[in-house]
């Protein structure tokens, strides 16, 4: 069987992968959105994921990079003294209480997010993404199928096991990408093979609600409950059913999309290799930036830093360790 190959945050470990472009499709070009470049690495080096609580973000990256700010995203300080020089994949914030895990089952747990205890995840799994609860219940997701829960701010973790061999053909474990928790201690976790699973009991059992061809890489919950997720050649769904069904997206572009993220007022920014989009409209419609800062960078996470002069102000992170502003309109 011909499988496609499926690009995701594993590949952005790897240097020279070319550049994948836009295809005209539906999206019109938007007008030049004002960035504010508001830090800049190295030519190698890479930030993979960004995170806030309030004003208080933290980024993270290659070789060990955290990088943190406490007004917004206006400014940024490179952490010093991180015990790991692995790279970091995902971060999460809640309060006081942050983690950060990558490859080879690293973690980093911190009661005040900027002094770091190194652990470590049995199995040595490559952690993609993480997301965490009020009450410090956290749950990771990675590589080859890893599920996995802690319920004490992230210090050990469980597996979850899943039983692929219902969900996939010949049982392929998956590598998955994105996982969400919701209020309600709801998940839902995205991946390859177009996958999204649901689970209502913090994975005892889950519901498969997507198959498909291409991997899903982005996933945001909007303030109306809305689900909205992206992924390879472009693909875009929405749910309105806390992700029991899904509607397709013209999203106008062939590119990878790595995220979005679901502001107030039905407004989304998605991102991906040299490429970031705006909706005004739920996804009904999209618009391209055409900033040259889009054009020769590659934007891999983006998240909410609160508002500036009035207006959303999206941060988003990648290439050359690169974290950029963009008010949104």
């Keep these: 069987m011909l499988i496609k190959l499926k690009l995701g945050r594993l590949a952005f470990l790897f240097i020279g992968i070319a550049a994948l472009g836009c295809s005209p499709g539906s999206v019109s070009a938007a007008d030049d959105v004002d960035h504010a470049l508001v830090f800049h690495g190295t030519a190698h080096d890479m930030l993979y994921d960004v995170t806030f609580d309030g004003k208080n973000g933290l980024a993270v990256g290659n070789f060990g990079l955290i990088v943190e700010t406490a007004d917004g995203g206006a400014t940024w300080t490179a952490q010093d003294g991180v015990p790991t020089d692995l790279a970091l994949l995902a971060v999460v914030r ?46 990771a997701v990675g590589g080859f199928g890893t599920v996995l829960k802690s319920t004490d701010w992230g210090q050990t973790w469980t597996a979850i096991a899943i039983d692929w061999s219902k969900i996939t053909d010949d049982g392929a474990q998956p590598h998955l990408y994105r996982v969400h928790v919701a209020a ?116 891999q996470e983006l998240a909410y830093g609160g508002e500036v002069s009035g207006h959303p102000n999206v941060l988003v992170v990648g290439s050359n360790a690169t974290i950029a502003s963009i008010p949104i309109q």
């Design 184 to 299: 309600n201690g709801g998940l839902i976790i995205v991946g390859e093979f177009g996958l999204v699973l649901t689970s209502a009991d913090a994975g005892a059992t889950w519901a498969v609600r997507h198959k498909g061809t291409d991997s899903l890489f982005g996933l945001a919950v909007a303030p109306d409950g809305d689900i909205f997720v992206t992924g390879q050649e472009g693909v875009m769904m929405k749910s309105h059913d806390q992700g029991a069904t899904w509607t397709d997206l013209d999203s106008g572009t062939k590119t990878v999309l790595t995220s979005i993220i679901a502001l107030p007022d039905g407004k989304l920014v998605a991102s991906g290799i040299h490429t970031v989009l705006y909706s005004n409209d739920s996804g009904n419609s999209w618009r391209a930036d055409t900033t040259n800062r889009v054009k020769l960078g590659w934007d």
């Design 94 to 139: 809640s309060g006081n209480h942050c983690i950060t895990a990558g490859q080879a089952g690293t973690v980093l747990v911190s009661s005040d997010c900027k002094h770091w205890t190194l652990g470590h995840i049995a199995g040595d799994p490559r952690i993609l993404d993480m997301a965490i609860s009020a009450n410090g219940t956290a749950y």
